[in-house]
T-cell receptor
Framework: DAKTTQPPSMDCAEGRAANLPCNHS???????VYWYRQIHSQGPQYIIH???NNETNEMASLIITEDRKSSTLILPHATLRDTAVYYC?????????????FGKGTHLIIQP | KAGVTQTPRYLIKTRGQQVTLSCSPI?????VSWYQQTPGQGLQFLFE???????NKGNFPGRFSGRQFSNSRSEMNVSTLELGDSALYLC????????????FGNGTRLTVT
C-alpha cells in the first residue's frame, strides 16, 4: 500500500500556481520524496525529488516541511498541459525500483 | 537525449498465447525495471534488471519473466496469457545510483481476449 496521502482531485486556473499537498507521516530519515505525474495514456513522468531541503527545477518546486511529514509540489504557472494525475511517493526498501509504490495520486485539472 | 522506448505500443492477444515486450532504456542507464498498471491495482512492480541480472522481483507468478541484454535493452515475456493480464506494461530506466529517478516509457497496452 502507498504510504502517502493525497487529495483525490484539485482544480487550478490556468496561469495560476498549482499547489499539490502530500502527507507522508511514516517517512523515515533516509527516504526521499519523489513526485511523478501521468498524463492519460502516457507513462509516469519524473518531476522532482528531495530529502529535506526545498528543491526547484525547470518544472516545479518542492517544499518539504521541517519534520518531513508533508510536502507540497508547486507548479508556478499552470498550463492546460499540466492536467494530469500527480503522484507523491516516498522511496522505500533501499531505494530500488521495487521501492516505488504509487498510490492513487491527485487528479489536477487546469481550468482555462 | 532520447527517452525510454517501448515496443510495440499496442498488442492484442488471445488467452493461452505468449507475448514479448521490448524496452530500450535511455542511453547510459543500466537499470531497467518493469511495472504493470491496471485501473484496479494501480502501478505494480514486476522486476528490475541491472547488468543483465535480475536485482528485484515483485509478487507476480512465474508466467512473467524478463531479461536484460549487454546493451541494457530489456524484454519481458508473459506466457499462457490470462484475461487478467490485460494492462499497460511500463518500462523505466535509471542510472546506477540507488536514488536516481526512474524515467518511464509510454508503455505497451496489452489486451487479452
Amino acid at each position: 500500500d502507498a504510504k502517502t496521502t493525497q487529495p483525490p482531485s484539485m482544480d487550478c486556473a490556468e496561469g495560476r500556481a498549482a499547489n499539490l499537498p502530500c502527507n507522508h507521516s511514516t517517512i523515515s530519515g533516509n527516504e526521499y520524496v519523489y513526485w511523478y505525474r501521468q498524463i492519460h495514456s502516457q507513462g509516469p513522468q519524473y518531476i522532482i525529488h528531495g530529502l529535506k531541503n526545498n528543491e526547484t527545477n525547470e518544472m516545479a518546486s518542492l517544499i518539504i516541511t521541517e519534520d518531513r511529514k508533508s510536502s507540497t509540489l508547486i507548479l508556478p504557472h499552470a498550463t492546460l498541459r499540466d492536467t494530469a494525475v500527480y503522484y507523491c511517493i516516498d522511496r522505500t526498501r533501499g531505494g530500488g525500483a521495487d521501492g516505488l509504490t504509487f498510490g492513487k495520486g491527485t487528479h489536477l485539472i487546469i481550468q482555462p | 537525449k532520447a527517452g525510454v522506448t517501448q515496443t510495440p505500443r499496442y498488442l492484442i492477444k488471445t488467452r493461452g498465447q505468449q507475448v514479448t515486450l521490448s524496452c530500450s532504456p535511455i542511453s547510459g542507464h543500466r537499470s531497467v525495471s518493469w511495472y504493470q498498471q491496471t485501473p484496479g491495482q494501480g502501478l505494480q512492480f514486476l522486476f528490475e534488471y541491472f547488468s543483465e541480472t535480475q536485482r528485484n522481483k515483485g509478487n507476480f507468478p512465474g508466467r512473467f519473466s524478463g531479461r536484460q541484454f549487454s546493451n541494457s535493452r530489456s524484454e519481458m515475456n508473459v506466457s499462457t496469457l490470462e484475461l487478467g493480464d490485460s494492462a499497460l506494461y511500463l518500462c523505466a530506466s535509471s542510472l546506477v545510483d540507488r536514488f536516481s529517478p526512474l524515467h518511464f516509457g509510454n508503455g505497451t497496452r496489452l489486451t487479452v481476449t
